[in-house]
């Protein structure tokens, strides 16, 4: 006995089943605005990355003398890679606020870099001034000094030596390695000073002529000047 398969016979009268709909193809319009969108999202990351590509650094724009202290006035902003394998020893935009009012413990020409190897924190007691003496350790007591020490100063110029001042307080002494190339001509001490021993100091600095003296426990200088002849 065979079997005939079923045949669904469709109703006379009841229409044709609908065909699923294909989307519409994309016009023009829709397609240039696809690309526009696009585009702009592009652009924006390669904003985004160039702001992120450079930092800014401050820049001397007239002449800074060591030991003078910091002012946002006599900087300027300048980008540098973010990359800058030195990046991390130069103060940023973002550091400024915070070191305002630093001292330098060395000069720094127009159009020179500011690193935080330059700045000390300021830490005058009693109303003084802070101070920053830059001056090798051959001539700064060999590197003895610590914070709290007295020292005097001495400057010779034309063959005559002068105490250009005395017992002034050490606040702080820079770090130095004996091994680093270059430390000596980095080290600094910070010193307590009143107006009138800043300039003197000042001009001492100068003249290239400075021998620090550690005076801690001596007693006061009677005679002030020195001549060889």
Do not use: C
Request: aromatic residues 2%; hydrophobic residues 45%; negative net charge.
């Amino acid at each position: 006995m065979s079997v005939t398969p079923s045949t669904r016979v469709r109703d006379v009268g009841t229409p044709k089943p609908a065909r699923r709909r294909i989307g519409r193809p994309l016009s023009a319009a829709h397609i240039l605005i696809a690309v526009v969108v696009i585009l702009a999202f592009v652009l924006n990351l390669v904003v985004l990355q160039d702001r992120n590509a450079v930092t800014l650094v401050a820049v001397a724009t007239e002449p800074l003398a060591a030991g003078s202290t910091i002012d946002r006035g006599d900087l300027r902003l300048v980008p540098v890679d973010s990359d800058f394998e030195g990046l991390s020893e130069l103060v940023t935009e973002g550091e400024l606020t915070r070191l305002d009012g630093w001292v330098l413990s060395r000069s720094i020409t127009p159009g020179g870099l500011l690193d935080t190897s330059a700045l000390v924190e300021p830490g005058a007691t009693s109303g003084l001034r802070s101070m920053s003496l830059p001056v090798p350790v051959e001539h700064a007591a060999g590197g003895m000094l610590v914070a709290g020490d007295r020292i005097d100063v001495v400057s010779v110029v034309d063959g005559s030596a002068r105490f250009v001042a005395s017992d002034l307080e050490v606040i702080s002494v820079s770090e130095s390695s004996s091994s680093a190339i270059g430390s000596i001509s980095a080290y600094h001490i910070v010193v307590s000073v009143e107006a009138q021993q800043a300039l003197d100091l000042a001009r001492a600095l100068d003249a290239g002529s400075m021998e620090i003296v550690r005076s801690t426990g001596a007693e006061e200088i009677a005679n002030r000047t020195g001549d060889d002849s």
